[in-house]
């Protein structure tokens, strides 16, 4: 079954500093792949996604992920942090083996927290 | 464009009360729609999911159910609340046909006392 992990639960870093949120996942084929943000009370925001193609992905505000299949890794990276990124991440799968039914298999979050 | 809507934004009821919470879609026609919770601190839990009018899929036995009168409105109810049934809960929708990108709503904060 497919899987998706998130190894760090909470990150901590200074504002200006870079940032790399790592995610695993388990999946028999290339799969669709997602980062999305929540700020507190707030909904998810979709970051950047991967279909195809080139691995490397630019997302919005900054934000980059490059797919690695010898890795199984889709990690999430920004070289400069502001105070304003600090919310929780979520990487996700989609799930192809579905029928169309458009699900995603979410990894736990990671809390990023900036220290100005 | 597409928009999503939810409401309530936040909502307290008394455990045994009924729940209706409501999401609707703008600007796209036969969307797939899916509702999640999420309890305080944790991931996303996917509860319903739904292809079209009236089809509805569990992914977990619960208190809660969904359905889906019109194209692009989603209902999650309870007849009893229980006390485990407080969280954020998330509606989003995905274009149908293998498209997987979700897009989420603001999300309804439920807190049963």
């Known amino acids: 079954a497919q899987s998706v992990t998130q190894p760090d639960i909470h990150i901590t870093v200074s504002e200006g500093a870079s940032l790399e949120l790592r995610c695993n996942y388990s999946y028999g084929a290339t799969p669709y792949l997602f980062w999305y943000v929540q700020s507190p009370g707030q909904g998810l925001q979709l970051l950047l996604k991967y279909f195809s193609g080139d691995t490397l992905v630019q997302g919005i505000k900054g934000f980059e992920a490059e797919f690695k299949r010898s890795q199984s890794s889709f990690n999430l990276r920004k070289p400069s942090v502001h105070w304003s990124d600090a919310a929780e991440y979520f990487c996700a799968v989609g799930d192809r083996g579905s029928s169309n039914t458009g699900k995603l298999i979410f990894g736990q979050g990671t809390t990023l927290q900036v220290k100005p | 464009s597409q928009t999503i809507h939810q409401w309530p934004a936040t909502l307290v009821q008394p455990v045994g009360s009924p729940l209706s919470l409501e999401c609707t879609v703008e600007g796209t026609s036969n969307p797939n729609l899916y509702w999640y919770r999420q309890a305080a601190g944790r991931g996303l839990q996917l509860l319903f999911y739904?292809?079209?009018?009236?089809?509805i899929s569990s992914e977990v036995p619960q208190n809660l159910s969904a359905s889906r009168p019109q194209d692009r409105q989603f209902i999650l109810s309870s007849k009893k609340l229980l006390l485990s049934d407080s969280g954020f809960y998330l509606c989003?929708?995905?274009?149908?046909?293998?498209?997987?990108?979700?897009?989420f709503g603001p999300g309804t904060r439920l807190l049963v006392l």
């Open positions: 989003a929708w995905s274009p149908s046909a293998g498209q997987e990108t979700q897009y």
């Open positions: 739904s292809v079209g009018i009236g089809q």
